[in-house]
């Protein structure tokens, strides 16, 4: 499920429309308005390399045909697969085990951004964060680029360094170093061209006669379920908050995230306002030390209940996460007057479903 997700995102990769501004000189802030601003409306054939220094993921071979927002993304190396959004629908071929992952986009149209609304989301997350600096004219691929690195204003962000090659006719990226926390990600189109002619048929999937085909459920907000059913969904030995000194148990909500995990999302309220949120999941899989570090500044190693876990203070979340037995445990803070030490004093109340 995890490379389906990386299908899905990787098809988007970083790619910019824009217009011809020719050789005017461009500030740093200019160009990255440019970005921001241009309409996208590019129709190309690329094949790119993405190199991520995780065990898991490593190095990918990927050739993408891009018309708007609909898009064909082959993974060559190491796994083949094929990944195709028509704009209505995103379907996912895993050729190793013949099968067919699909779901209707519907109300996800979040998931068929455009490359140019994708790389939006960063832009626009590092522009306040980051100080960006042109570095000069290169060429990349035969294509004329300006390359700008983005330098973040303090130590410990989530997006760390992040350099950009934009190609000077499209306003397009070709290539991007980025580095956030202890993981460097590199996307580097090998061939691009922007003439290519290749038919709509293109964005349809030919899906094996012996495939199986399994359509996804993207209602994520999942199905209410009673406290008591979380033993039969999380296991034995699952634990919550309890429902005292004003704090109520507003919803349950149970996600199914795939055949061997469960996702639980516990919502109270204290005197009729948003308190905290408690997310439970069975079989805890993450490794806090590696979170830590993938959270750099903005996480610290916190004692919770006599297990190690981390406390994660940055602008949106603020979110005790620690392992238990066979459980993971994430404590949001939802009320903005609650502190780490509220949120620690919390879960020494916690207690076993019954």
């Known amino acids: 499920m995890r490379k389906i997700l990386f299908m899905i995102l990787g098809g988007t990769l970083l790619m910019l429309s824009a217009c011809n501004n020719g050789n005017e000189e461009t500030s740093p802030n200019k160009l990255l308005a440019n970005v921001l601003a241009e309409e996208d409306n590019v129709k190309y054939y690329g094949e790119m390399t993405i190199d991520m220094d995780m065990e898991e993921l490593g190095e990918m071979e990927m050739k993408e045909w891009r018309d708007g927002k609909k898009s064909r993304v082959e993974v060559v190396r190491p796994e083949k697969s094929i990944s195709v959004n028509d704009g209505e629908k995103i379907m996912t071929y895993e050729a190793e085990q013949n099968k ?31 100080n960006i600096e042109k570095l000069g004219n290169e060429t990349i691929i035969g294509r004329d680029t300006v390359h700008f690195k983005a330098i973040p204003k303090e130590d410990g962000t989530v997006f760390g360094e992040q350099d950009f090659w934009v190609d000077t006719e499209y306003w397009v990226i070709l290539k991007m170093i980025s580095k956030s926390a202890n993981i460097k990600t590199e996307l580097v189109y090998t061939s691009i061209d922007f003439s290519s002619d290749f038919k709509d048929e293109v964005f349809t999937l030919d899906v094996p006669e012996d495939a199986e085909v399994e359509t996804l459920d993207t209602d994520f907000s999942g199905k209410e379920i009673e406290l008591e059913e979380m033993i039969d969904i999380l296991g034995e030995g699952v634990l919550y908050v309890p429902e005292e000194n004003g704090i109520t148990i507003d919803h349950i909500s149970l996600i199914e995230m795939d055949a061997q995990t469960n996702y639980v999302d516990i919502a109270y309220k204290k005197d009729g306002i948003a308190f905290i949120t408690l997310s439970i999941i069975s079989p805890a899989t993450d490794d806090i030390e590696e979170q830590i570090e993938l959270f750099g500044n903005d996480a610290e190693e ?37 502190t780490v030490d509220g949120l620690l004093d919390l879960t020494e109340t916690m207690k076993k479903v019954e």
Do not use: C
């Open 100 to 130: 067919v992952f699909q779901f209707e986009l519907g109300e996800l149209q979040e998931l068929n951004n455009s490359p140019k609304d994708q790389l939006n989301l960063v832009l626009d997350s590092i522009k306040e964060t980051h």
């Open 302 to 338: 916190v004692q919770v209940r006599d297990q190690n876990g981390m406390y994660i203070n940055a602008k949106l979340l603020q979110s005790l996460v620690w392992n238990e037995d066979n459980f993971q445990y994430n404590l949001d803070m939802m009320d903005p007057s609650l």
